[in-house]
Nanobody, 123 residues
Framework: QVQLVEFGGGAVQTGGSLSLSCVGY????????MAWFRQAPGKEREGVAS???????SYADNVKGRFTISRDSAKSALTLQMTSLKPEDTATYYC?????????????????WGQGTQVTVSS
């Protein structure tokens, strides 16, 4: 089994920065692919950024240039640095992982999920 534990989040004003962290526990092969998703009230869960063990990275268009995903594979740790935050970034952010090797950013492709952490950006 895999357990994903998220840290960070909180409240910030428009233009501010926040950092999210996630640590994965379980068989390493289940953590080949790791990603961040978010879900705002009344909206579908959407991909934010993903990365694989080859170092490939994918970002959603609406966060490119503002968010940076990184991972420490030795520690099964994933980080999301968020800058220039906007009110529309307000959501519950989830860490996700999957044994798949190819890079992707669709919620249905991920088997394991964290409990979520809230990010609130006020105007």
């Amino acid at each position: 089994q895999v357990q994903l534990v998220e840290f960070g989040g909180g409240a910030v004003q428009t233009g501010g920065s926040l950092s999210l962290s996630c640590v994965g526990y379980g068989e390493p092969y289940n953590l080949n692919l790791m990603a961040w998703f978010r879900q705002a009230p009344g909206k579908e869960r959407e991909g934010v950024a993903s990365t694989d063990l080859n170092g490939y990275i994918s970002y959603a268009d609406n966060v490119k240039g503002r968010f940076t995903i990184s991972r420490d594979s030795a520690k099964s740790a994933l980080t999301l640095q968020m800058t220039s935050l906007k009110p529309e970034d307000t959501a519950t952010y989830y860490c996700a992982a999957d044994p798949k090797w190819s890079l992707r950013l669709r919620a249905a492709d991920f088997a394991y999920w964290g409990q979520g952490t809230q990010v609130t950006v006020s105007s």
